[in-house]
C-alpha cells in the first residue's frame, strides 16, 4: 500500500501557522505580564514605601504568566522578546535606559535556561523566570552612579518630597537586599505558577 506523503507547500503552511501562533502567544503574554506589572506598579503612587508591596506582588502574580507562557510557546527567543519589549515600554514610561538593558540581558539568560530544559523542566522554568525578574534592579542602576540626577527627575514628576523620601528609603544597600528578596519571591511566583499549570491548564488541554 502506497504511503500518501503531505504536499510541501501544506507543510509549509502549517509550520507558518505555528510560527503565527507562537508569536501571538508571546504578543499575549507579554502584554499580560506588563500590563500586571504596570497595574500593580500604580500602587506606588501612594508612596514610595509602597514600592515595597507592588512589585513583590506583581512578581508573585507574574510568575503563572511566564509560566504558562513558556509550556505554550516552547521556543527559544519568547523570552527575549518579551524582554525588549518590556523595556522599551519601561523606557516610554520615563524610566532609565539601563532597564532596557538590564531585561533584555537577563530575559536572554532566562531563554537559555529554560531551552536548556526543553521548555518542559518545570525546576528550569522557575529559575529562568526568577532570573528574568532580577532586570528589576536595572530601573534602580542609575542610582548607584547618578543619584543626584535620578532623583532630581523623580521629583520633576512626583514632587520633591516624594523624591525625598524615595531616596531615604531606597539606598544602595536596600536595593540590594530588595532584589535579592524579590528573586526569592520569583522563585515561590513560578512554583505557583506550575502547581496551576498542573492542577487546571493541562487538564483543559492547554499545556
Known amino acids: 500500500m502506497t504511503t500518501i506523503k503531505p504536499l510541501p507547500e501544506l507543510k509549509e503552511r502549517s509550520a507558518a501557522g505555528t510560527t503565527a501562533q507562537k508569536v501571538v502567544y508571546t504578543g499575549v503574554f507579554t502584554a499580560v505580564y ?22 513583590p ?48 540581558a537577563t530575559a536572554l539568560i532566562a531563554d537559555l535556561i529554560a531551552k536548556s530544559g526543553g521548555y518542559r523542566d518545570q525546576k528550569k522554568n522557575i529559575i529562568a523566570y526568577a532570573i528574568l525578574q532580577v532586570w528589576y ?17 523623580i521629583a520633576r514628576q512626583m514632587g520633591q518630597e516624594y523624591a525625598d523620601h524615595m531616596r531615604s528609603l531606597y539606598t544602595p544597600t536596600i536595593l540590594i537586599i530588595f ?10 511566583g513560578g512554583w505557583i505558577g506550575v502547581k496551576i499549570l498542573k492542577r487546571n491548564f493541562q487538564k483543559a488541554g492547554m499545556a
Open 137 to 153: 534592579l536595572g530601573a534602580w542602576l542609575p542610582v548607584f552612579y547618578g543619584a543626584d540626577a535620578y532623583y532630581a527627575d
Open 34 to 55: 506588563f500590563v500586571t506589572f504596570f497595574v500593580i506598579g500604580m500602587i506606588g503612587f501612594f508612596g514610595p514605601q509602597f514600592m515595597f508591596i507592588s512589585a
Open 179 to 188: 532584589t535579592i528578596a524579590n528573586f526569592l519571591i520569583a522563585l515561590l
Open 57 to 104: 506582588l506583581a512578581i508573585l502574580i507574574n510568575g503563572t504568566v511566564i509560566i504558562l507562557m513558556l509550556n505554550k510557546v516552547r521556543s527559544f527567543g519568547a523570552l527575549t522578546t518579551l524582554g525588549v519589549i518590556v523595556g522599551i515600554l519601561m523606557m516610554f514610561t520615563g524610566h532609565a535606559w539601563t532597564a532596557l538593558a538590564m531585561i533584555t
